[in-house]
T-cell receptor, first 117, second 113 residues
Framework: GAVVSQHPSWVICKSGTSVKIECRSL??????MFWYRQFPKQSLMLMAT?????????EQGVEKDKFLINHASLTLSTLTVTSAHPEDSSFYIC?????????????FGPGTRLTVL | GDSVTQMEGPVTLSEEAFLTINCTYTATGYPSLFWYVQYPGEGLQLLLKATKADDKGSNKGFEATYRKETTSFHLEKGSVQVSDSAVYFC????????????FGQGTTLQVKP
């Protein structure tokens, strides 16, 4: 079946630097990719919806200039956390959504843990 | 707006006990309902789903029935195992079918031998 991978699985960076997280879907063409943020022992908060070839749609309260999303192809989306600060430390999860056969299907990546020092 | 509410955890059970995790929702239209499971150190996996009222989703011994009259989608399992220890998320998608999921806050299940 389809697999969604994220790279890196974890990253530690210094405050003020930028970090790029990749989300790839394997054997599955994702017309849409979603980016979520998960705080410890809390639910997933949708950050943005990314459609291939178009600008991402951000949820209310999410800074689009801080969390840059690029959806370059049907199998790759990237999230760049710019000028990261300690409060950006979190678990970031992507999901790939599209048709598998005639069924709407969504697969989640394993997540990327970002720690900003 | 649409929302999902789950019972707070953690839920601690002994092996072979009966499990119920309550989930209720608020939505316009006719959402699809899901249960996802997140095992320690892993990503979310779809456990089961139901797309219309009275549908029952089932997988790995877990079941949930879409109850429109009570706006609920409670997760049940007759006999839990230690390997079921995980965080369980109830979720819905709107009737617009964009794939956008709205999650409940998650319920941690701990099963002790």
């Amino acid at each position: 079946g389809a697999v969604v991978s994220q790279h890196p699985s974890w990253v530690i960076c210094k405050s003020g630097t930028s970090v790029k997280i990749e989300c790839r879907s394997l054997d599955f063409q994702a017309t849409t990719m979603f980016w979520y943020r998960q705080f410890p022992k809390q639910s997933l908060m949708l950050m943005a919806t990314s459609n291939e070839g178009s600008k991402a749609t951000y949820e209310q309260g999410v800074e689009k200039d801080k969390f840059l999303i690029n959806h370059a192809s049907l199998t790759l989306s990237t999230l760049t956390v710019t000028s990261a600060h300690p409060e950006d430390s979190s678990f970031y999860i992507c999901s790939a959504y599209g048709l598998s056969g005639n069924t709407d299907t969504q697969y989640f990546g394993p997540g990327t843990r970002l720690t900003v020092l | 707006g649409d929302s999902v509410t789950q019972m707070e955890g953690p839920v601690t059970l002994s092996e072979e006990a009966f499990l119920t995790i309550n989930c209720t929702y608020t939505a316009t239209g006719y959402p699809s309902l899901f249960w996802y499971v997140q095992y320690p150190g892993e990503g979310l996996q779809l456990l089961l789903k139901a797309t219309k009222a009275d549908d029952k989703g089932s997988n790995k011994g877990f079941e949930a029935t879409y109850r429109k009259e009570t706006t609920s989608f409670h997760l049940e399992k007759g006999s839990v195992q230690v390997s079921d220890s995980a965080v369980y998320f109830c979720a819905l998608t709107g009737s617009s079918n964009t794939g956008k999921l709205i999650f409940g806050q998650g319920t941690t299940l701990q099963v002790k031998p």
